[in-house]
């Protein structure tokens, strides 16, 4: 499973195989079924998390007691409390399998001695916070922008093959709609 | 100005004086006066902002035509339009002075080459957007969990000299209230 990550560090840095033998001492390899409990709100997140396979969420439940979802990761994305994880805080949010899922952990002392020992890791972290600190800026604007409805419209422009792979009720709590309102607009769609 | 950077950069990285100077030639330090624009919305954002002395906010222009700021940067805060200065793609967000500013500016050409002749700035800039990455993602919590009213109240808690130094009319701006209806809330809470 591991070749799924050395694929993907070779499109941010040069690590030859060897390197990436050590590289991958500092990981560990964990399979998780679906819907399995990975980090739950106010807990310290002692992990961060690189899906192989499968698909994670990060979410919060909400005044109203419902689970407001606020982030997927898909393979090959980082998924952690950041706050928590550098900091040892409870953590805001809680992360969930979506789908069985091959994942590969690193703790935060692991993460910061693989930084040390391996500095050519300081510029792919650079490169991956830089990017997911870009994608939330624009969230933010999406979120003042876009009413839910066409929020949703445009993630099944953009996205459709995650649109088909998650199940609906979550793709309802990533957006704050209730299950029953988004069956609604997905009628009005189709009529 | 150039040590404020200086003590900045001493909090993450190790760096002599002798580096330092050899840094500081990749960057410019620029005046700007009060309300300059340094970037306007669909333009490509051709510098990265550090503030040494001053205020910078990021805005756009909503679907009513008004202005909603997202985002402010205080002293030793960077600011850009971050997908538009990796990719040269046109830029989301504007982004302006509200006081008169000193700023240190570098273009994406300068930070790479920067990054390649001192990896130890890959350091400084990865910890710089892993805490940026964190601190928006706890924003998406935080605007999906508080009224606007109850954001307000926690950034007077939280931040009562930032609200004392931003113009009422800017809080409005970030909070997506009219100036109106934050001048309202605030005889309220006087009363």
Redesign the interface.
Known sequence: MSEIFKAHLDKFIPVTDEEFASIMNYFEIKSFAKKEDLLEEGQICRSNYFVIKGLLRKF?I??KGTE?T??FALETWWMT???SF?RKTPA??SIQTVEKSEVLTISSESQEKL?NDF?IM??Y??IV??????A??????Y???YSKEDFYFSLIKQYPDFVQRVPQYLIASFL?FTPEYLSEIRKRIVS
Chains 1, 2 share one sequence.
């Open positions: 919060f909400n005044e407001q606020t982030d409390d950041n706050f550098e805001d949010f930084l500095p300081e510029k972290f650079r916070y830089q990017r997911a600190f870009a939330n800026q624009r969230r933010v604007k979120i003042f922008t704050g």
